[in-house]
């Protein structure tokens, strides 16, 4: 059986772009999301366009018991999992944190942190009997550096961060790799999601600059993965030519 990547959040933005690109290169796939619709059209463009298998995983990566059940009960020979790609995440809200919005908080929580916890404390289990692996966990320059309202947003990718040290170390003696990969500006649905469905205002964070798209992350991922044995990229942080920071970008 030609390798597996199992990609959470590939129903759009980077999720999307690492499922293009890893069926390019070969691999069946495990795509999880919550839109169903998107789920079987790109599982079906990508069996259609590079003769690979996908499985689709329709499932919200907070509702443990669900997602538990839709895993394990994957047939057997879909748990060799080779890349497990955690990149299911959101910000809701940008506010500060007198005003912020407690709904928002934990759906920022329960998905970027435990849901990550939750798919990986089963693939990685997975990995550490077939002795091998590589997981990359999608942070973000908001898990390195701060900024004004970014407050749970932040804390939730300083969380990922922190994993992904943890993890490398846990897994280093069974052999799995961990690669955190940070993003700055990508022009995904991400602001969209953010401003909760406010086109206009999502569309303004990008103004007079040239965002990453998501295939640029996907790239950088597919680089990380496909290093030889004895090589891990740990960290990699990458931000628009436009961006310096969290905050000071140069708009034209
Ligand atoms: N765009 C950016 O500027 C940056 C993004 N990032 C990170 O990159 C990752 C991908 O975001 P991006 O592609 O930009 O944004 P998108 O909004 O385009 O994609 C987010 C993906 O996550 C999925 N998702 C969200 N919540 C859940 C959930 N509860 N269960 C399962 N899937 C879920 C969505 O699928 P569905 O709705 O179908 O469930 C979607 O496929 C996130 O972790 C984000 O924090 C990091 C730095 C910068
Ligand atoms: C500051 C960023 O680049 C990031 N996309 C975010 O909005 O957190």
Same mark, same amino acid.
């Given at each position: 059986?030609?390798?597996?990547?199992?990609?959470?959040?590939?129903?759009?933005?980077?999720?999307?772009?690492?499922?293009?690109?890893?069926?390019?290169?070969?691999?069946?796939?495990? +795509?999880?999301?919550?839109?169903?619709? $998107?789920?079987?059209?790109?599982?079906?463009?990508?069996?259609?366009?590079?003769?690979?298998?996908?499985?689709?995983?329709?499932?919200?990566?907070?509702?443990?018991? &669900?997602?538990?059940?839709?895993?394990?009960? $994957?047939?057997?020979?879909?748990?060799?999992?080779?890349?497990?790609?955690?990149?299911?995440?959101?910000?809701?809200? $940008?506010?500060?944190?007198?005003?912020? =919005? /407690?709904?928002? #908080?934990?759906?920022?929580?329960? /998905?970027?942190?435990?849901? +990550? +916890?939750?798919? /990986?404390?089963?693939?990685?289990?997975?990995?550490?009997?077939?002795?091998?692996?590589?997981?990359?966990?999608?942070?973000?320059?908001?898990?390195?550096?701060?900024?004004? =309202?970014? =407050?749970?947003?932040?804390? /939730?990718?300083?969380?990922?961060?922190? +994993?992904?040290?943890?993890?490398?170390?846990?897994?280093?003696?069974?052999?799995?790799?961990?690669?955190?990969?940070?993003?700055?500006?990508?022009?995904?649905?991400?602001?969209?999601?953010?401003?909760?469905?406010?086109?206009?205002?999502?569309?303004?964070?990008? &103004?007079?600059?040239?965002?990453?798209?998501? =295939? &640029?992350?996907? &790239?950088?991922? #597919?680089?990380?993965?496909?290093?030889?044995?004895?090589?891990?990229?740990?960290?990699?942080?990458?931000?628009?030519?436009?961006?310096?920071?969290?905050?000071?970008?140069?708009?034209?």
């Amino acid at each position: 059986m030609s390798k597996i990547a199992l990609i959470t959040g590939a129903t759009s933005g980077i999720g999307a772009a690492c499922a293009h690109l890893f069926a390019a290169e070969g691999y069946n796939l495990i +795509l999880l999301g919550r839109r169903e619709q $998107l789920l079987t059209t790109i599982g079906k463009q990508l069996e259609d366009k590079y003769a690979v298998e996908v499985k689709r995983i329709l499932a919200d990566v907070r509702d443990q018991e &669900d997602l538990s059940y839709r895993l394990e009960t $994957l047939p057997a020979p879909w748990k060799k999992v080779n890349v497990l790609i955690n990149n299911a995440g959101l910000s809701q809200g $940008l506010d500060p944190i007198d005003k912020g =919005n /407690t709904d928002d #908080w934990d759906t920022m929580i329960d /998905t970027n942190v435990k849901g +990550l +916890l939750y798919v /990986t404390r089963i693939v990685s289990a997975w990995m550490v009997a077939q002795k091998s692996g590589h997981i990359i966990n999608i942070g973000s320059i908001a898990g390195k550096e701060v900024y004004p =309202n970014g =407050n749970v947003y932040c804390a /939730t990718k300083y969380a990922v961060d922190a +994993l992904s040290k943890s993890m490398r170390i846990d897994l280093l003696p069974h052999g799995i790799k961990v690669t955190a990969i940070n993003p700055g500006m990508v022009e995904t649905e991400f602001s969209k999601v953010r401003f909760k469905g406010d086109e206009t205002r999502a569309k303004k964070v990008y &103004d007079g600059l040239e965002p990453l798209a998501a =295939n &640029d992350i996907a &790239d950088a991922i #597919w680089f990380a993965v496909s290093r030889p044995a004895h090589v891990n990229i740990n960290d990699m942080l990458i931000m628009p030519a436009a961006q310096a920071t969290a905050t000071i970008v140069e708009r034209k």
